[in-house]
């Protein structure tokens, strides 16, 4: 027969376990960030250009990636990527069990096809494809994305080009298209310049000369094509920006105030 323990005994051993037992959620969440940060740390110390590295300290990187909840294994869409500075950075991340979908529209892709042929050649993203479609008839297979990642591009799609009679987008049918190819409880982070407020009918004219959306206009379009705002992260926000002036002022270069949403399909 085991000894009956004193009673001050078993009162700091109900203490103790009651202390655990609040504390696991927060042992288990600080694990499970860990865990998921040594991908991304790893991808971002590789064997990357020089170019990129020069971007690292502007585009904060390790918040984004960390902000997306990128993992390894996942199947995600770089949207607009341009010379794929992320899209490399994703196909790190996810491995040789995942994918990415370098996906540039026409006229992304005649800027940056040299630039992506470099930095695909010799299979060095084994990962990766590239996709080069209009973003209104943007082609992906349905629930197949787990993460898709929009990095000072949302904008674009109401920009309008010089030479065009209409925008590179709608932004309607774009997220339509993209609500669909994402799975549920999949994720999708936007991160952009920032407009002061805007009124819809003046968002493409802001966007034409300035390259800047208004947070409030994006917020909108994907509650409207049915996404579920989850959270913002300030990491890329600049006070000093005055938000009316384009993002290529030389004065604004690399350091315009930036929002970073972060949206579900439920």
Known sequence: MIPARPATTRLAITAIACGLALLMPQLYLAAAATSNDEPIAAAIASGRSEADRSQDEWRRPDQVLRFLEVEPGQQVLDYFAGQGYYSELLSRVVGETGSVIIYNDALYTQSSFHDLMVRLGGKRLPNARMLNEPSNYLRLPAASLDRVLFSLVYHDIYWQPADSPQTLGDPEKALAILFAAVKPGGLVVVVDHVANDTARDNATLVATRLHRIDPRIVREDFAAAGFEFV???????????????????????????????KFRRP
Request: net charge negative; hydrophobic share 25%; charged share 30%.
């Open 231 to 261: 959270s913002e992260n300030n990491s890329l926000r600049h006070a000093d920006d005055d938000h009316q002036r384009s993002v290529f002022n030389p004065a604004l270069r690399h350091r315009t105030d930036q929002f970073m949403y």
